[in-house]
């Protein structure tokens, strides 16, 4: 199976109002509600694609419970998330009806305790030995140290397990420097590591702060990657309109998947840049437009820079 | 005990962020979370006035577990809500932490089967025999029909329990017709009912449509009252600053707890008076300034306009 970390797990919720006006009161029109977070978005669309699937990370209270109830009616996705006090934080999309424009409002996520933190890594060491590969995702919740990634990367490391990391700021810093197989940042991300808003340099500058591969994502301009093999572009057909929100995760499953199917790299960037256009196609953040995927995969220009890249 | 009914209860949820700013997005600073719905407040100020309180209603979904939960831990409240399939809603208040000033974004709520409505109406008559006054507080939910609290009226009154009806549209219109002993409209809600904006007339149409009493709040100007004894009018010693969110709901508890209590119109009139000002000056909804409160009561001014009112 696949492991899937999300520390910071959320209940997401999704309302739709005419239109939000500030210091006024709003009729919510519609109310959809889904267990979120990265790693469970990239959970669902790696068990749409037939990957058996686990996901763990922390769960409290009763946003928990609702997120846990919701989890159960996935195919595919085993829950081995670890109980925690504090409650899962919830995400509000507030949707404008008529315009489609969304404002967001983040809660923080549950203060963890360190016997908590203790007891996740504990599980986490417990399931790597049955994955394939594992992707760490997302924002850390109060109370977890901020080298948390680092260590989580340097335990799957030790167990042989290929490991992705996919998060920001202080987390990515110390979490690259553990030298995860693969990173995925996008190009803010990787200006906040290397100071860089070159693309090409500042991936450049993260592999040398130890990633293995980089894999940048420029948004609806496709992917660039660097590893000890190559460094590729990998362009969509054409941009495509919709909701970006889990296109990023839609990455993730796709380098993923291709990881474990043995896929060379220009078709897991390939498939990582398809699922992510077809998933800005889908309404939902974890969910893909199949018959969009299936098309766009054969139209994906992938360019090779450089065949051999210096090793350091 | 006194009952008071919430059809519609609520997870309130209160968010502060630094300011809201449409189609951004907003990391949460800070959030609470409390039981919610016009009749909960009003019960909770019950209890802190010493009433033994009794509170049902509608509680569906992880939500109202949650709102379950925490009614648990308010000491004097006891639960009676009665189970449905739908999620009680929530509603989420986004304070901005600078000026103080609200966006508030309310839940429909849970939509209530006919099996589920007949339940209701069996446990409420279950309930009455051994209630004191009881108070229909708020909106209806969807599936709720429409005459329902002039139903709950009747059914009050045939069991010989005096009855509070604060609600607004429709609703009201239907439950003041089924001859309450008492409603307590604001100025707009008086306004829908009777097509008036002068708030004596408006008051003496309400009276006419049904209520024995008509209770008339004026907001920060105190209230108006009629029935069959006298018209009067109450207002505090001088308007005070703060959260207006649950002032109404001390107006309900003041003059429920003045119902039961025996005491005389005008003493009812400043203790609701006085509740509703202290309740301004508490942070929260369901709470109020005991300090306050207890300065205020005794610098109400209740006037006497006109001693006997004409029977029709």
Not at 58 to 74: E, I, N, Y
Request: negative net charge; glycine residues 10%; hydrophobic residues 40%.
């Amino acid at each position: 199976m696949i492991l899937t970390v999300t520390l910071n797990t959320a209940l997401d919720i999704t309302y739709h109002v005419p239109s939000l006006r500030p210091h006024t009161s709003h009729r919510v029109t519609e109310v959809t509600e889904r267990p979120g977070g990265k790693g469970l978005n990239v959970a669902r669309v790696l068990a749409a694609l037939g990957h058996e699937v686990t996901v763990t990370g922390f769960v409290g209270g009763a946003t928990g419970r609702a997120l846990q109830d919701q989890l159960a009616s996935v195919p595919g996705v085993m829950d081995a998330l670890v109980p925690v006090t504090g409650p899962t934080r919830r995400t509000i999309a507030v949707v404008d009806t008529a315009t489609g424009d969304t404002t967001q409002l983040n809660e923080p996520g549950p203060l963890v305790s360190s016997a908590e933190w203790r007891a996740f890594q504990d599980a986490y060491e417990d399931l790597l030995p049955a994955a394939s590969a594992v992707a760490l995702c997302g924002s850390l919740p109060p109370g977890v140290p901020v080298g948390a990634y680092a260590q989580l990367v340097r335990t799957a490391r030790s167990a042989s397990v290929p490991v992705l990391l996919d998060t920001s700021g202080e987390p990515l810093r110390r979490g690259v420097a553990a030298r995860p197989d693969l990173v995925k940042p996008n190009t803010d991300e990787l200006a906040e590591l290397t100071g860089s808003h070159e693309p090409f340099q500042a991936t450049r500058d993260a592999r040398r702060r130890g990633a293995h591969t980089v894999v940048a994502s420029l948004g609806p301009e496709g992917l660039l990657a660097l590893n000890a093999e190559g460094h590729w572009r990998a362009t969509p057909p054409a941009p495509v309109e919709g909701n970006p929100t889990g296109a990023g995760d839609s990455v993730v499953a796709g380098l993923l998947s291709g990881l474990v199917e043995g896929l060379a790299w220009p078709e897991r960037l390939s498939r990582a840049v398809a699922l992510s256009a077809a998933s800005v196609l889908a309404p939902v953040a974890g969910e893909f437009d199949r018959s969009a995927y299936e098309e766009l995969v054969n139209h994906v220009t992938v360019d090779l820079f450089q065949r051999q890249v210096e090793t350091w």
